[in-house]
């Protein structure tokens, strides 16, 4: 079954050092792998995305992931974290076997970042 | 131009109650997905709307319908409401049924059920 793991409920990072937060996925075929955050009293906002080509994805706000098939992970990060990356993130995946007009997405229950000043 | 839109912001019911959810896509939007996020968990896909048609489904029971509209606008309805369908209910919308096009997320519908 497919499934999308967030190891760490909670994420503290000082101001201006580097940010990691981890996703592991789990599919049958390939994966297409997402990253959204969630500030409070908002929807999900898209960040950035994997479909297929380089490892390394350049999304929104300055945030990046790298896909690593053989370890099944889809880690976000920042070089340079800003208290205002404080929010809510979700690791998302989708599996390619199924068809293309499937909106389902798998997400992960999320790790709530803190960016210390 | 206007996002996705929800309305209500909040909602209260009592168990047994019936409610309804509105959602109006993203200007050029044409597809439309809920999904339902109980607290402290991730969102849950329940169906996809494209055409005025359901046309996915994830594991939710057929308490739960929706409709799509003419102008792409779409209704989610829960019956018979329970304790544990107390979530923050998401719209989604794309241009398009391709899964590759990015959703947009609207703010939500905080359902409390007492």
């Known amino acids: 079954a497919q499934s999308v793991a967030q190891p760490e409920d909670q994420v503290n990072v000082a101001e201006g050092n580097p940010l990691t937060v981890k996703c592991t996925y789990s599919?049958?075929?390939?994966?297409?792998l997402f990253w959204y955050v969630q500030y409070p009293n908002r929807g999900l906002q898209f960040l950035l995305k994997?479909?297929?080509?380089?490892?390394l994805v350049k999304g929104s706000y300055g945030f990046e992931a790298e896909f690593n098939k053989s370890q099944t992970s889809f880690h976000l990060k920042k070089p340079s974290a800003l208290v205002s990356d404080s929010a809510l993130y979700f690791c998302?995946?989708?599996?390619?076997?199924?068809?293309?007009?499937?909106?389902?997405?798998?997400f992960g229950k999320g790790t709530r970042l803190h960016i210390l000043p | 131009d206007a996002g996705v839109t929800q309305s209500p912001t909040h909602l209260i019911k009592t168990r047994g109650q019936q409610v309804t959810l509105r959602c109006s896509p993203k200007s050029g939007h044409d597809t439309v997905s809920w999904y339902q996020q109980a607290l402290g968990q991730g969102p849950q896909f329940i169906f996809q709307?494209?055409?005025?048609?359901?046309?996915q489904r994830g594991n939710f029971p057929d308490r739960f319908s929706g409709h799509q509209f003419p102008n792409y606008s779409s209704e989610l309805n829960v019956n018979a409401l329970l304790l544990g369908d107390s979530a923050l209910y998401l719209c989604?919308?794309?241009?398009?049924?391709?899964?590759?096009?990015?959703?947009?997320f609207g703010p939500g519908t905080r359902l409390t059920v007492l």
């Open positions: 599919v049958s075929g390939n994966p297409y």
């Open positions: 998302a995946v989708r599996d390619s076997m199924w068809e293309n007009r499937d909106d389902k997405i798998i």
């Open positions: 989604a919308s794309r241009a398009g049924e391709e899964f590759y096009n990015e959703q947009f």
């Open positions: 709307y494209y055409e005025e048609e359901e046309r």
């Open positions: 994997y479909i297929t080509g380089d490892n």
